[in-house]
């Protein structure tokens, strides 16, 4: 068995135990804090962790004078505890619409983990899945050319929180393509006419400023080598077709 098939058994056990149940006992230690569209990671104190509770979040950082790469993108139910983050220059959380977190201590966190076995078990787990992501994003960068990796990125949304309707799978668009640019160490430009050349392929539509529907998904599957370790990863749990 593969280690992104190994991940997704994982991440199914973990939704079909209901993961916004799971984190529920939390609730009532959490702080529901929302964050605007930058926000310094040093800037979140130490001793506590963040559970983004909604929205998609970049961690960014300026590698060089006006040189931005995003290292990683959290989902809702991921887990960012700032102290554990590499100490890289400038670390910010950008978002291109305002997100949420429940922030609690670390001893909160503990002491609910002590009594619910199923949190102890996903806080566990989550890391591990988020860590399967980080490697499968290196993959993407180290061996696709840029219109696979544009391709990797919209499967990646769409399987994580894209919708099915009338034979497409629509989102929101989390991502500026200057986010999407630096997510995958590629000039904006690269970004907006591989988009547009997806747009006039008849593979994705684009609706206002941030919608987004994959109306050819097993044609977008088709462009990405990693397709099927991506949707393992992200649409574990959901209805997404592999061919």
């Known amino acids: 068995m593969s280690s992104y098939e190994t991940a997704a058994k994982i991440i199914d056990r973990m939704l079909s135990g209901d993961r916004a149940n799971i984190f529920a006992s939390l609730q009532k230690r959490a702080q529901l804090v929302r964050l605007g569209n930058r926000y310094a990671v040093s800037a979140l104190g130490s001793g506590f962790v963040y559970i983004v509770a909604r929205g998609v979040v970049c961690i960014e950082t300026t590698a060089q004078a006006d040189i931005h790469a995003v290292t990683t993108l959290l989902y809702e139910g991921d887990v960012l505890i700032p102290e554990l983050q590499a100490p890289l220059p400038e670390l910010t959380l950008t978002t291109q619409r305002p997100s949420e977190f429940w922030k609690l201590t670390m001893t909160a966190l503990a002491e609910e983990a002590e009594q619910n076995p199923q949190l102890r078990k996903a ?9 399967a992501r980080a490697q499968l994003h290196i993959a993407a960068m180290s061996g696709l050319n840029s219109e696979e990796r544009i391709a990797a990125v919209l499967v990646e949304i769409g399987a994580h929180i894209g919708m099915q309707a009338g034979g497409a799978i629509s989102f929101d668009l989390p991502l500026t393509r200057y986010n999407i640019a630096d997510y995958l160490a590629l000039n904006p430009d690269t970004v907006s006419r591989i988009l547009s050349s997806l747009v006039s392929d008849g593979i994705i539509e684009r609706r ?8 050819n998904w097993r044609a977008l599957v088709a462009k990405c080598p990693l397709s099927e370790a991506i949707i393992r990863l992200h649409g574990a749990g959901k209805p997404l077709l592999m061919g």
């Open 123 to 131: 806080l566990f787990l989550l890391p591990q899945v988020q860590n």
């Open 208 to 215: 206002g400023r941030f919608q987004v529907s994959i109306r």
